[in-house]
């Protein structure tokens, strides 16, 4: 069975009523993957389609992906070389435009009413006409979803009863206009934000009804960049309806408005921006195969142990490195203990193999590890071995990704053998596992790729009786959509009557380092955090991250990410 993300809701109340605005049937694949998670969400049905009539006037229809950016009038020579470079970014990296495919919406569209509308056109600006804006009204709808009619004014705004909802890909604190995602490659942002927004007619400065913040995840390939962001962006538009559907007006909860003078409106750039943009990247990509033909990895791992610690204090001076054997590396370490007797569980990667296995070591009084042992092996990628006890036994929820479970493990003979017990969660792509007791629930947290984006931007939450399950999905699933806070960093730990939850900041690069978040809320239907401190990779020389760090005693245990020439 797959593991459902979202808690369910039990309404006779009708569905909501949504409609659709399109320039075009045949529009991008993610479109096509935001309507479907619409019909399929249980809370909402798709109504209405408004068809913009002054693209259909002609001959000329969209590709709907990377392609449409050459259709049209005659290109202008000012912005060549941007429509050249993402002409060539699309031919060189196809799998990555498979969200911006054409695709054919109506079959999903088929029992729709049907709108036909010309607009009133100033520059980008679209309007409707009063007759086309009562046609809207007469539909009764609660939500409309903007996929056309390009910048819209007037009062078709406040024609269902929600707004017009539409999709701002970039953070608009910071970058208002377009093109989605290019802006911050150009100025060398590590974060690239998405906001859901009930539109208004301030461009990109609607109510945001949902912001995230994922990594830049490259600086030389727009197409790159936005795979990423498009993907993550697609299931926000149900996660919204079901809070709608729950809560009504209250369920949305807009962010305040943004005080201050409004980022400028950025526009596509121009050639002389480009060069410069181009020779960077160039220069990056050349950089990249130097590295890789010299053999020296950038994200070898080994680990650090420290005493007398308290959570919160630099580590300067303090860290004492353990390094793998050669054609390993050693990360994500989890310690526990055993009749007072520390061990320390962590995930031994394989380079020749390409798999992780968890292997395990008991630590000296001095901290230092002894002989090293196998624990858990696998045909498949095991790591993030989360060991903890209950009822006497020791069980061990290793990161198993790879096979789409969340799956859990007793030791039969702690610490080296151990037995497989259950799946806790099934078809679903969970990582780094985390389970926490708190005022008598079990609460399990993991970060998902929902819908095909990175893991390492949502955290989602379980919550059970039990350590066995069943889960069930935390009311306000996810809980956070960050990259700087999302992904868990170890286990989460107690001081001073506060819960804190370590979680990992991939922002810079993947496992570059650790904000610590201190739990203001934890129950069953609300969950609350606040950052507390960071923990930033620079108490031994020459590592570039940290991801996962854990705590027994007066004993700290983190990884270190380094560079590291293999032959």
């Not at 538009?237 to 559907?245: D, E, K, Q």
């Not at 729950?246 to 408005?257: R, W």
């Not at 196998?374 to 790879?402: C, K």
Request: charged share 25%; proline share 7%; glycine share 8%.
């Amino acid at each position: 069975m797959t593991t459902p993300l979202y808690h369910a809701i039990a309404s006779t109340r009708p569905l909501l009523r949504v409609g659709v605005l399109l320039d075009h049937w045949v529009s991008s694949a993610w479109i096509g993957e935001v309507l479907a998670s619409v019909k399929a969400s249980g809370v909402a049905e798709l109504t209405t389609v408004v068809l913009n009539q002054e693209h259909h006037s002609g001959n000329r229809q969209s590709r709907g992906g990377f392609g449409g950016f050459f259709e049209g009038r005659m290109t202008p020579l000012n912005t060549l070389l941007w429509r050249l470079y993402v002409r060539v970014d699309e031919i060189v990296r196809p799998f990555f435009a498979t969200p911006f495919q054409p695709t054919n919406l109506e079959p999903l569209l088929a029992g729709a009413n049907r709108i036909k509308v010309t607009p009133v056109r100033r520059d980008s600006i679209r309007e409707f006409g009063a007759a086309d804006v009562q046609s809207v009204r007469d539909e009764r709808l609660d939500v409309i979803l903007r996929f056309g009619f390009n910048i819209l004014h007037g009062d078709v705004l406040e024609a269902a009863t929600y707004g017009v909802w539409s999709y701002h890909h970039g953070d608009n604190h910071e970058y208002r206009g377009g093109p989605a995602g290019f802006w911050e490659m150009y100025g060398e942002n590590p974060l690239t934000g998405t906001i859901l927004q009930i539109l208004t007619e301030k461009l990109d400065a609607g109510r945001v009804i949902f912001r995230t913040q994922g990594a830049t995840r490259s600086f030389e390939s727009l197409l790159v960049n936005r795979y990423w962001l498009y993907r993550k962006a697609i299931p926000f538009v149900s996660r919204c309806l079901r809070r709608v559907y729950e809560h009504g007006p209250a369920g949305l909860c807009p962010e305040p408005d943004r005080q201050g003078p409004l980022p400028p409106i950025r526009r596509t750039p121009r050639n002389s921006r480009m060069i410069r943009f181009l020779f960077r990247g160039l220069w990056r990509i050349m950089k990249e195969r130097v590295r890789r033909l010299s053999g020296i990895k950038t994200g070898h791992w080994f680990l650090g142990v420290a005493r007398d610690v308290t959570p919160g204090e630099s580590l300067r001076g303090r860290v004492e490195p353990v390094y793998p054997p050669k054609g390993r590396f050693w990360a994500d370490p989890i310690l526990t203990t055993r009749k007072g007797r520390p061990f320390l569980f962590f995930e031994d990667y394989d380079y020749r193999s390409g798999l992780g296995r968890i292997s395990v070591s008991e630590l000296d009084s001095q901290g230092r590890p002894g002989a090293v042992h196998a624990a858990l092996e696998a045909d498949h990628h095991l790591s993030y071995p989360f060991v903890f006890e209950w009822q006497g036994d020791h069980f061990m929820i290793p990161e198993t990704a790879s096979v789409r479970a969340v799956q859990l493990f007793r030791a039969i003979d702690f610490p080296e053998r151990w037995e497989f017990v259950k799946d806790l969660l099934t078809d679903v792509r969970a990582v780094d596992a985390t389970l926490c007791e708190h005022e008598n629930s079990w609460y399990l947290f993991t970060s998902v790729s929902e819908s095909g984006g990175s893991s390492w931007d949502e955290l989602f939450c379980f919550v059970s009786d039990s350590p066995l399950g069943p889960w069930l999905p935390h009311a306000m699933n996810p809980i956070v959509s960050d990259v700087r806070c999302a992904r868990p960093g170890g286990p989460i730990f107690r001081q001073n009557g506060r819960l804190f939850r370590p979680a990992q900041n991939s922002a810079q690069l993947y496992g570059h380092s650790l904000t610590v978040m201190e739990i203001t809320e934890l129950t069953r239907q609300r969950f609350a955090e606040r950052p507390a401190f960071d923990i930033e990779p620079d108490w031994l020389p020459g590592i570039r991250g940290c991801h996962t760090i854990t705590m027994a005693g007066d004993l700290v245990v983190l990884d270190c990410r380094t560079r590291k020439w293999l032959p």
